[in-house]
């Protein structure tokens, strides 16, 4: 049973910096896609940025330029450094496991972490 656990949320002003992090555990390989998600209040779930096992990663247009996922395959953690935040960034930041139909579509993620909010201020 694979367990993930999502760290580093919190509130900064618009500008700032934070780095999520994406502990997994019960996991013994590596070709997984691994996927932060993102879900507003009264909006639905987006996909943020994604990697694969040979480390291809995908992003949505909004965090071009602003993100970077990471993958520390020794220590199964992920990572999401989020530069230069903006308050529509804001919501409930979610990573995910599997085998996806497409990176940044929540079909084919097989596991899912609780979640670590991410509070951006203008």
């Known amino acids: 049973q694979v367990q993930l656990v999502e760290s580093g949320g919190g509130s900064v002003q618009a500008g700032g910096s934070l780095r999520l992090s994406c502990a997994a555990s019960g996991y013994t390989g590596s070709t997984y896609y691994m996927t932060w998600f993102r879900q507003a209040p009264g909006k639905e779930r987006e996909g943020v940025a994604a990697i694969n096992g040979p480390g291809t990663t995908t992003y949505a247009d909004s965090v071009k330029g602003r993100f970077t996922i990471s993958r520390d395959k020794a220590r199964n953690t992920l990572h999401l450094q989020m530069n230069s935040l903006k308050p529509e960034d804001t919501a409930m930041y979610y990573c995910?496991?599997?085998?996806?139909?497409?990176?940044?579509?929540?079909?084919?993620?097989?596991?899912w972490g609780q979640g670590t909010q991410v509070t951006v201020s203008s």
């Open positions: 995910a496991a599997g085998y996806p139909w497409l990176p940044l579509r929540t079909g084919g993620y097989s596991y």
